[in-house]
């Protein structure tokens, strides 16, 4: 079957749901409301256990309900991340046109199979993905805190996989997930960007699917700068435009990279024993400094635990952001797009990549 044929009308609907997993608890949540939901259940459902040197070892805690226990399988990943653990799940549901992506931390909705059905009946043959519509439970009695609003952003993330269906053949034909992408970040942009390359195009469908904030540390916003490395290879990708294409928020690199030269050449003017312009530079990182954790304070419930350690991170986000900033662009540097490392050679415009077969793809 080609790239633009429809399935049959008997198998059209039919979709096996995959869901990477590192063993979380709130993975038995997923697949609670997955079997509760009403409408017709997938055809499959594959559990990616990722869990470093776990498969095999020690069984995936997973309680898997009786509904779901006839159709669920649990596959080993590789532990490579989500980008690589999606690829082996979804190819692991041979012959199912349709795969839908769920985290092991969402709770689809009560009508959730229904909806599903009518996205996945709605959309043309040229709809290569049908995204849902993601809601993030905030609190009511006060303003959430930094860590609440960034998740709250998933709910505007154009392509996010927390939930999204995706065509067998518009998978096939760019090669899935490109595994460079080793944690949950971007590699949901770059997937949707290379199939729409591909001449598809992705629908909005209105299935609901809500997406808890998770327990997270107070050094949560440090970690995240990681994603400024991923940043780095998309723009090698996809070229400085996807950003526009993908809808996705710039941040603050810049006057994280401003900041941090002001912090450095405090310390180097002072090195150099020239108290002035050490002076204007350390007035500088304050400045920026205060005015990141301002902007991130004033939005919150504002408690001391909040406000401290927005105060210490507001700090140390900077130079983590260059850091990580830096550090792609080292490690991307000779990145190439994944149709030419896996061909070898650029594709001529319009003219598509052959599907994987069963033997390319691992099986």
Same mark, same amino acid.
């Given at each position: 079957m080609t790239a633009r044929e429809r399935p049959d009308a008997a198998t059209e609907g039919t979709y096996a749901v995959v869901i990477p997993t590192l063993g979380r608890p709130s993975l038995n949540a997923t697949l609670r409301a997955l079997a509760a939901a009403t409408g017709p259940k997938p055809e499959c459902v594959i559990l990616v256990d990722d869990r470093p040197h776990a498969h095999g070892a020690t069984p995936l805690p997973a309680d898997v309900p009786a509904a779901l226990r006839p159709v669920t399988s649990v596959v080993p990943g590789r532990a490579r991340g989500p980008a690589a653990a999606r690829n082996t799940g979804w190819r692991a549901a041979l012959g199912v046109p349709w795969i839908v992506f769920l985290d092991d931390d969402v709770v689809p909705g009560?009508?959730?199979?229904?909806?599903?059905? !009518?996205?996945l009946a709605a959309a043309t043959p040229a709809n290569g993905a049908v995204t849902a519509r993601i809601d993030v439970p905030l609190p009511a009695d006060r303003r959430p805190t930094d860590w609440e609003r960034n998740t709250a952003g998933l709910a505007t993330a154009r392509w996010i996989t927390a939930d999204m269906a995706y065509r067998r053949t518009a998978l096939e034909a760019v090669r899935g997930f490109d595994e460079r992408f080793r944690r949950a970040? @971007?590699?949901?942009?770059?997937?949707?960007? @290379?199939? !729409?390359?591909?001449?598809?195009?992705?629908a909005r469908g209105a299935r609901r699917t809500a997406h808890p904030v998770r327990p997270a540390g107070r050094w949560i916003s440090v970690r995240l700068q990681r994603g400024n490395?991923?940043?780095?290879?998309?723009? @090698?990708?996809?070229?400085?435009?996807?950003?526009?294409?993908a809808?996705?928020?710039r941040g603050r690199l810049p006057r994280h990279l401003a900041v941090t030269g002001a912090a450095v050449g405090a310390l180097a003017c002072a090195a150099l024993r020239r108290p002035a312009l050490a002076t204007v530079c350390a007035a500088g990182w304050l400045a920026g400094t205060a005015e990141f954790a301002l902007a991130r304070i004033l939005p919150g419930p504002r408690h001391r635990d909040e406000v401290v350690a927005m105060a210490v991170t507001s700090a140390l986000i900077p130079p983590a952001a260059t850091w990580h900033w830096l550090r792609g662009q080292l490690a991307h540097r000779r990145a190439e797009p994944l149709d030419r490392r896996t061909a070898g050679a650029p594709r001529p415009p319009g003219v598509p990549l052959r599907p994987l077969t069963e033997e390319r793809a691992g099986r």
């Open positions: 009560p009508t959730w199979c229904d909806d599903l059905a !009518l996205d970040f @971007r590699e949901d942009a770059d997937l949707a960007l @290379r199939v !729409l390359a591909e001449g598809w195009t992705v490395a991923d940043d780095v290879l998309m723009t @090698r990708l996809h070229g400085p435009g996807w950003w526009a294409r809808a996705a928020p």
